[in-house]
């Protein structure tokens, strides 16, 4: 304990002041005495962003740790390098990066609030997201404005240390909370069993005729076994509820810590007294419940989180690059767009790219859960964590590093988790409730039991705090969220938000693209009828779909090895084709019949050609590009038609083959020659109505109606565009997998209401029978550890096929 003659202790860190220090800094009245120069930068640089509020939150149970040296702040610059940044910065749309940080020493909401609002006060910072469970930050910036070194500074600057995420570091992240817990637990429970022992001796009359010596010697042995559980088991629970009320409001911690507490001081006082009574074994044994629950749902997370990062722990370090002298061996790292690898038999491709060789067998079962290896050909992409089946490959690099598909599908699992739904919120609202409820009950109760006998008023106070403290209410909604997000991934499905838990339940109309999305997306080209000499319209057509993603455009491009250049920029028209000016002054148009018809009228005469090539003199070219119906195509619609979903055919090809595709799928709705403005009015027009919209497509033009769509879907080959504005990737590649988010979405909902009512429904019974003393407060904390495992195990049912 600190005399009265003690200095005070450093206002920033907590620790103690060295002889001959005399720095001070000012907050909230008179000058406050820090240890040194650099807490008393740290200081400052909080005051003066207006983050004051972090000294009314931090943890005073744990002292601040020492600020990273000035000298290691100049190396973070290094961060800063191109080349540094391909490990961990994915490029985003609009020249905006985003990162993925681990921070070290976070260890509360408190810290997260601090964090937050740090960078996001920070010009260039556009978002800032904690992720508890995880400790790792999700944060988007302008590199024009503010680079990754001065944010880690900032962050340094209020005591926090943060590097780029590195999926081993976040295994021995997870391995020292895990070790913590069991610490703890296993102090609780062997602590537990003898405090036990020695209470069926005073309370079941297994040792009889006690004196007071007797009976004083085992309430200070139970005291010698209680205290650190109290000191050390409990800590996380006064932790939590300091916390809580530092930010002025209430979370379940706050009953735990005060029976707790209450309840150790008053059997202090007996045993120091030599009369009353003790409930050591009452709390140690809620402790060691309670730290049950608390591990058991940290396993919970851990599993859908490892999911996700587990994926990039088995991605190869090195990659065996061409060079002109042969191959080279080369970290992972260092490659570049356009570099050729060669990937062996056996070994994992370590960057997403264009396959060179004429054929490749791929095992993409870590992206979409798939193990049937899939065919590739030469020029199709192909994406790293892939696995070559047969003989050696050649692949031109696309992307690397942190733009690889696969990383973007960690990226996208840590926002998913990091998210919380409406569901979650109502709920963390109704425990904030639902803590002040139990707080004034449990002083009611206090008093009438005071008044009546006074001998039980405590331990009955105490039951009614565990036994009502809501742990398996805050459960509820985290466990479920979490298990439907790891089932979905299994199975190939990648969620990026919540938005499918809160639209399914009134989901009423999906609206499907017709290429890509209803068919497989491999076009060929059927029949052809060239106005002009063959091989200048080959070069032509090749030439302009160069600047092309649609899918039609792929067996065009293949029409010339030798495609003719064009200087000048090609201009796109969403939805109808491509057109070019060259610098001879001709026009030309290769699209839809209905876009080349605004210069040759006859062009939308002949249905069945459905590309067309003209100059403005004349028509060049028509082609008929056919696409198959996917294999699972018919049975999904017969499934969504079968539970009452209106499915709608939404589509920018002819209206001839339109109405065929929907004839094929037993589809009543369809629109076809459909603009994108239009689909986007559709969409638009079904909201209006009070329907709530699915929109699934996989089109460049489909970006827009996807983002406008109450949940929008799409797929892992779908254009960079509708893969960023949709709300769900499907990895596996299967349309049916519409279906498994249906049911897993709405089977989380039911899990989540059973979990609801179950925790709702035991704390409000298990209520008036605590208050009436009918149970003691162990029974109390078995009962409510007891709830929580229930809500748990029930949540782990998701995890299940």
Partial sequence: MTEKNDPKPCFHCLQPIPKGVDLTVTFDGPPQPVCCAGCQAVAETIIEHGLSAYYKHRDLDKPQQTPILPDELKNLEVYDHPDVQKEFVRELEGDLQQAALTISNITCSACAWLIERELQATPGVTKAIVNLSSQRLQVTWDPRQV???????????????????QPNQQEQQFSRQRKGFIRRLGLAG???????????????????????????????????????????????????????LQAKTLNMDVPVSIALLGAYAASVYAVTQGSGEVYFESISMFTFFLLSGRYLELLAKE??????????????????????????????KQLHVGDVIVVNPGDTLAADGQLLSDEAWLDESLLSGESVPNRKIKGQTVVAGSINQQSAIRIRVTAAA????????????????????KVQQVIDKVASYFVSSILVIATLTFLVWWWIEPEHALWVTLAVLVATCPCALSLAAPTA??????????????VKGSQVLESVKQLDVICFDKTGTLTEGKFSITERRDFIEPEQINQLVAGMEVYSEHPLALPLKQLSAIPRPFKEQVRMVAGSGLEVVTEQGEHYRLGSPGFIAEWHPQAAAETRFNVVLASKQQLLAQFTIEDNLRDDAKQTLDTLQRQGIRTLLVSGDDNGRVAATASQLNMTEYYGEYKPQQKLDLIKSLQQSGNTVWMI?????????????????????????AKTAADVVILSDQLN???????????????????????????????????????????????MSLSSLLVIANSLRLYRE
């Avoid at 897993?744 to 609801?756: H, P, T």
């Fill in 303 to 332: 599993k859908a989180l490892r999911f996700a990062t587990n994926r990039l722990t088995l991605m190869p370090q090195l990659a065996q690059r061409e060079t002109s002298d042969g191959l080279e061996s080369v970290a992972v």
């Fill in 190 to 244: 062997l602590a537990t069993m003898q405090v036990m022992m020695l209470a069926f001796a005073l309370y079941f009359g297994v040792v009889s005729d006690l004196d007071d010596t007797t009976r004083q010697y085992i309430w200070s042995v139970s005291l010698i076994f209680a205290t650190p559980v109290i000191l050390y088991s409990a800590q996380p629970f006064y932790i939590g509820a300091l916390r809580a």
């Fill in 697 to 721: 497509g996989d089109g460049l033009n489909d970006g827009p109606v996807l983002a406008q769509a109450h949940l929008s879907m799409t797929f892992a080959n779908a254009s960079d565009l």
């Fill in 147 to 165: 680079g990754i070194s001065d944010m880690i500074k900032r962050l340094a600057a209020i005591g926090y240390q943060a590097r780029p995420f």
């Fill in 737 to 783: 997998s519409v279906e498994e988010v249906i049911r897993s979405a709405r089977k989380s909902r039911v899990i989540m209401r059973q979990n609801f009512t179950w925790a709702v429904a035991y704390n409000v019974s298990i209520l008036p029978v605590a208050a009436l003393g009918i149970i003691a407060p162990w029974v109390a904390a078995l009962g």
């Fill in 402 to 421: 942190q733009q690889t598909v696969l990383a973007g599908i960690v990226a996208m699992q840590d926002s998913a988790l990091a998210e919380k739904p």
């Fill in 481 to 494: 969220i979490t298990g439907t997000i790891h089932r979905l991934n299994r199975k190939g499905i990648l």
